[in-house]
């Protein structure tokens, strides 16, 4: 896309469809009372497509114009600086965010002042790099509608998850459902703000910041949705995730 006011306005608009998403899991999880087996089975199908947005989508057109060594190192400084985020809110109680609380319960505030301030954090930077991976691929002339995709119903049970899991600890309905509209907004934000700021950067630079972003994704879905979507070893939970994986093969395939 051409940078200008029209360009920005598709971009916030289709940065506000994984948005969608978010919203969605989360009114899931206020109003219904899932057990954490169909939970599980939805996080399988999520990390699995999470996992096809990186590696088809982003990291191998990244090798192709940044070449594979500034790729591979971006990829792992991404995953370094999410994971080292992770360690630190995980001493707040943000470690379970994701956990739907039939397993591994998040902490209430009582339990551990100043949790529900870090698991508001936590879930926000959680949706930092798919804006990032995003916010720079709407750039492209044709519309990654795979990753827009993915990115959307991946973001259904991870805020389906967490949203049980919060209400499990005893957090109040008001402040569920401003966390996630909060979180969505600003996401949308976010992937727009990112379509503008990356445009300035020379040739060299999107690329690499796109597969710091994936690397990011990465250890996002290892550590916050694959032990959930493992817990209590679920039914099938391997074969859900190739179906997340080769969903996005098939959408990939017919939107080029």
């Known amino acids: 896309m051409a940078m200008s006011t029209d360009g920005v306005w598709a971009a ?29 089975m939805a996080m399988s199908v999520g990390a699995g497509l999470l996992l096809a947005s990186v590696s088809l989508k982003v990291a191998s057109d990244a090798i192709q114009v940044a ?79 795979a990753l827009v995709i993915a ?3 991946g973001n259904v049970p991870v805020a389906l998850s967490s949203t ?10 008001p402040y569920i459902l401003l966390l996630w509209s909060a979180i969505a907004i600003g996401g949308a934000v976010a992937i727009a703000a990112g379509y503008v700021g990356f445009g300035s950067l020379g040739e060299a630079w999107p690329p690499r910041l796109q597969t710091f972003g994936a690397g990011a994704l990465i250890a996002m879905t290892a550590e916050t949705m694959i032990p959930e979507a493992f817990h209590n070893n679920p039914r099938f939970s391997g074969l859900l995730a190739a179906f997340g994986f080769g969903l996005l093969l098939l959408v990939d395939a017919t939107t080029r």
């Open 12 to 40: 916030l608009a289709l940065g506000a469809v994984p948005s969608v998403g978010l919203l969605v899991g989360a009114i899931a999880g206020l109003f219904s009372r899932m057990p954490h087996q169909p939970i599980a």
């Open 67 to 145: 070449g594979p060594m500034a790729a591979a190192l971006s990829l792992l400084v991404g995953a370094a600086v999410f994971s080292s985020s992770n360690v630190l809110l995980a001493r707040f109680g943000a470690a379970h965010r994701k956990r739907c609380g039939d397993c591994i319960q998040q902490p209430a505030e009582s339990q551990q002042p100043g949790s529900g301030v870090a698991i508001a954090l936590g879930n926000a930077l959680d949706t930092v790099p798919e804006a990032m991976v995003l916010g720079i691929a709407l750039r492209d002339p044709v519309v990654p509608l």
């Open 151 to 153: 990115f959307s119903m």
């Open 164 to 173: 049980a899991g919060m209400r499990a600890s005893g957090r109040s309905y």
